[in-house]
């Protein structure tokens, strides 16, 4: 029997979509979908069969769980919000990795996060299956609810309280937000020069392949690693036009001398 006989997912972003879409593809009733937009409200609900949502006050209490899957800095008011129109026994859970669980403690009784590590984009296919789900609540009875759920839509399932994901999304933002930014510095400077993008990918490809099977410091390679000062101070050269970006360089350099 499945752990909610049907759900309500409050957000139609990039999350509020996967989400959505992983329980539809496993058969888990979604009842409502919330978005204040009501064009993303209902071609969500209209992919996944459920009810289009775009006034808070109008949602069902019929479900019994909330995913909240919004902004960060709305999830307390959201919280706020909801918990005025459903009876306050109703099971709500978030979806951050930046947020403590206790956001919603002040609004519902039985609270807890799911969380999916992964970088999520609405026009995106992405495997849910394969998406590490970190689930948390205090309520240990609702906690093995929201794992079993867990367990329905991915094979990478892991209970982490609310400090160990405090530290995860520190580390997530690096190897995400923070490699993904030094894409785009590499992109900056190709363009610059008239080059393909292109050229990059098989290299990017190639740099988060290595690191699935083996050490990241290991892995490193390039001047810095090797020490090649001539090159180094021909790089720095060069990224006079781009004093942010030689900023960056400087550091990066320093780091991976430091650490090898
Ligand atoms: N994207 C990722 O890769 C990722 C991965 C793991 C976890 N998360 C977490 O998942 C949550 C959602 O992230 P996302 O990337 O899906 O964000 P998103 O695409 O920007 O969507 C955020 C949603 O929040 C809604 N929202 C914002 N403020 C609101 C308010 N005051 N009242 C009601 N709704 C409000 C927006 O509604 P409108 O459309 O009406 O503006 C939108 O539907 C966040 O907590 C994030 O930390 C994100």
Known sequence: MPPFTSITIIGAGNVGSHLGRALAAVGQPVLEV???????????????????????????????????????????????????????????????????????????????????????????????????????????????ALLALAHRLSRSVYRIDDAQRAVLHVAAVFVNNFANQLFHFGQQIVEQEKLPFDLLRPLILETARKVQDADPQAMQTGPARRGDAETIRRHLDYLQKFPELAQVYEIMTERIMGSA
């Open 34 to 144: 919330f978005s204040r937009d009501k064009g993303k409200a209902q071609s969500l609900a209209a992919e996944i069969g459920a009810q289009p949502q775009s006034e808070l006050a109008q949602l069902s209490a019929a479900a019994d769980l909330y995913l909240l899957a919004v902004s960060d800095d709305a999830i307390g008011l959201v919280a706020a919000d909801l918990c005025a129109h459903l009876p306050s026994g109703k099971a709500v859970a978030h979806t951050s990795g930046g947020t403590p669980s206790e956001v919603l403690a002040a609004h519902f009784q039985r609270y807890g996060v799911f969380y999916p590590l992964q970088t999520f984009s609405r026009e995106r296919e992405t495997d849910f299956s394969a998406v590490p789900l970190c689930i948390y609540s205090p309520n240990s009875s609702f906690e093995a």
